[in-house]
């Protein structure tokens, strides 16, 4: 079992609406959770990051986090077409590691 | 804020040489580094944490002796592939953790070639 899991996707969103990505986890003592952005060729970039149960959000970002299902998931509203990218899930676990899933590759539509 | 720079941003070499990649926080001082590699369509992989003025600490499968990493300084670590082969050509990637926070900042990244 991976330790960070994420659909491969792709997703496609059209332009305007709302995308919904997921990630689960294994490490059921991990406390910090990561959502980072990665353009193709490009290095990854933080978007948001979570410690607490429940939604945080950041403009057009929210992060949903909930520790009893091990389930941490992100959502884009109003989805730009430069909004296309891969999106990383990463969780830091009891031993203080940042583990990455493999990420979800989303694409915004016109 | 939360700058991190990396040189140089692509690199090709003949097999058997070695490599230097630099990875610097430019406006804040880092105790701790990290150094992954990505190959394509994948995640990335950790290869080893470092921490000034010690030795990085390697992760399993990872050759310390072929990835040398030295964290000289607050702002500096670098990574050395040494007699680099073909199979060594990915995208590197460092990050740094602003000290007493738990977030990480990447570097923009080495695309590595080996010929």
């Known amino acids: 079992q991976k330790e960070v899991e994420q659909n491969s996707g792709p997703l496609s969103v059209p332009e305007g609406a709302i995308a919904s990505l997921n990630c689960t986890y294994s490490?059921?003592?991990?406390?910090?959770f990561f959502w980072y952005r990665q353009y193709s060729g490009k290095s990854p970039e933080l978007i948001m990051f979570?410690?607490?149960?429940g939604d945080k959000e950041d403009g057009r970002f929210t992060a949903q986090l909930n520790k009893a299902s091990q389930y941490v998931s992100l959502l884009i509203r109003d989805s730009q077409p430069s909004d296309s990218a891969t999106y990383l899930c990463?969780?830091?676990?009891?031993?203080?590691?940042?583990?990455f899933g493999a990420g979800t590759q989303v694409v915004v539509t016109p | 804020g939360a700058v991190v720079s990396q040189h140089p941003s692509r690199v090709i070499c003949k097999s058997g040489t070695s490599v230097k990649i630099e990875c610097r926080s430019l406006?804040?001082?880092?105790?701790?580094m990290f150094w992954y590699r990505q190959f394509p369509k994948k995640s990335l992989m950790l290869m080893a944490t470092?921490?000034?003025?010690?030795?990085?600490?390697?992760e399993q499968g990872v050759e310390k002796d072929k990835f040398l990493i030295n964290h000289a300084s607050l702002t500096l670590s670098t990574l050395t592939v040494t007699s680099a082969h073909p199979e060594d050509s990915s995208f590197y990637i460092c990050?740094?953790?602003?000290?007493?926070?738990?977030?990480?900042?990447f570097g923009p990244g080495t695309r590595l070639t080996v010929t």
């Open positions: 990050s740094a953790r602003v000290e007493g926070g738990v977030e990480q900042y």
């Open positions: 490490d059921r003592g991990s406390q910090s």
């Open positions: 979570i410690y607490s149960n």
């Open positions: 990463a969780v830091k676990g009891s031993w203080g590691k940042l583990q």
């Open positions: 406006d804040f001082q880092a105790t701790t």
């Open positions: 470092s921490n000034e003025g010690s030795k990085a600490t390697y």
